[in-house]
């Protein structure tokens, strides 16, 4: 089967490919998905190094287990659940999380912006980083799937097999945890420029 | 939008997979064994245990059990001792067998011990020949069995175990390799 690019293909006949060994169907899943794979990983590890072997991970756990998918469930919520637990696998591993300094780097070689305002912008960004890092896992996971994927309250349930009100639940105490960490890191809004 | 909300989304934003992604899943890819492959491992896991049965079926017991000590290091061993005279008496008052063991054997001999096979039918001997591990069983041959030289024993393809009736009893020699064989007779016979 040969897929071409610039042809929108219904995700479940690439699915189906794929189960029947198509390679180029692999490829093409894996062309749709990789950044969002990615992502969850680099969020949820806070590590370039462990968000690849998560990504690598999930892609070859795709490809071992996609006979055991059932098209009467959302193939997005088959493979977030597939990422989650690939963090959490990593997590159990001992690997430890690293502080995050990529974004630090990318913003001081970005153009079109300030060195100034990118080198304040990565420094709030490596702060929110750092703390999101030192969340529990649960509530960890639930931050990278709202923040990172956008996901609503019932996506994320049904990815992690749990009720609606567990992911606002645990949602609620994380952005209280969030809140009381960063606050002490912050200026006052818009602060900084105002009158002595 | 509240701040908390906005520093999350700007902090936790989606980012682009490493072009390197792809190489990597791909290369472990064909580290793992393929579908095809699984089923060709299976099938050969199978042939190996199908042979290794019907071969403890064709070769006699003794033959069975000295090559399976041998390979698992005779971990029954009952009776532990390096003392020539003392596992003979030790045999003899436990089977009733009587092993012509050396009593001064070849320094290149280090006797284990010894261990009874199935109650008294037979017994099992372990010991170094050299630096190879070696394995002497003894049983009572058959009633009526005729005195049987020493011979490579049929259904052992590598030639490390060698049969041979004598005495009313029968013998069979194993050791890791065919060349250490010559040497492991040296437990009963002199230099």
């Known amino acids: ?196 | 939008m509240d701040r908390l909300e906005r520093e999350l989304q700007q902090g936790l934003r989606s980012v682009t997979a490493p072009p390197e992604l792809w190489e990597r899943v791909r290369a472990a890819q064909a580290l793992q064994p393929g579908e095809g492959n699984r089923g060709l491992v299976w099938a050969l896991a199978m042939a190996v245990f199908l042979a290794a049965v019907a071969l403890s079926l064709v070769r006699p017991p003794d033959e069975a059990f000295a090559i399976r000590a041998l390979a698992d290091g005779s971990p029954g061993i009952a009776f532990r001792c390096q003392n020539p005279a003392q596992i003979r008496a030790w045999v003899r008052a436990n089977t009733g067998l009587d092993l012509p063991l050396r009593d001064g054997p070849s320094l290149s001999i280090q006797l284990i011990g010894a261990q009874t096979i199935d109650g008294t039918r037979g017994v099992e001997v372990a010991y170094r020949a050299g630096n190879r591990d070696a394995v002497l069983v003894v049983s009572r041959a058959e009633a009526g069995s005729a005195r049987r030289p020493h011979a490579r024993a049929s259904g052992d393809a590598s030639g490390n175990v060698s049969t041979w009736v004598t005495d009313g009893q029968r013998y069979t020699l194993a050791c890791n390799d065919p060349a250490g064989l010559q040497l492991a007779c040296k437990l009963c016979h002199l230099d």
């Open chain 1, 1 to 196: 089967m040969l897929l071409d690019a610039n042809i929108p293909l219904a995700i479940e006949n690439v699915v189906e490919a794929c189960r029947r060994g198509d390679p180029d169907a692999f490829r093409a899943l894996f062309e749709t998905y990789k950044d969002r794979v990615y992502s969850i990983a680099l969020r949820y590890s806070g590590n370039p190094a462990a968000a690849m072997d998560i990504a690598q991970d999930t892609f070859l756990k795709l490809l071992s287990r996609i006979g055991d998918y059932r098209s009467e469930a959302s193939f997005d919520s088959w493979l977030y659940r597939m990422v989650v637990n690939s963090c959490i696998d990593d997590q159990r591993r001992g690997r430890r999380l690293a502080p995050f300094l990529d974004g630090l780097v990318d913003a001081v070689c970005a153009p079109a912006e300030s060195v100034l305002h990118r080198l304040m912008r990565a420094e709030t960004e490596q702060r929110v980083q750092d703390v999101v890092a030192r969340l529990g896992p649960e509530q960890r996971i639930v931050v990278v799937l709202r923040y990172t994927e956008g996901l609503s309250y019932d996506e994320i349930a049904k990815i992690l097999g749990c009720s609606p009100g567990t992911v606002a639940s645990r949602l609620n105490r994380a952005h209280k945890i969030l809140e009381r960490r960063l606050s002490h890191l912050r200026k006052p809004e818009g602060g900084g420029d105002g009158p002595a």
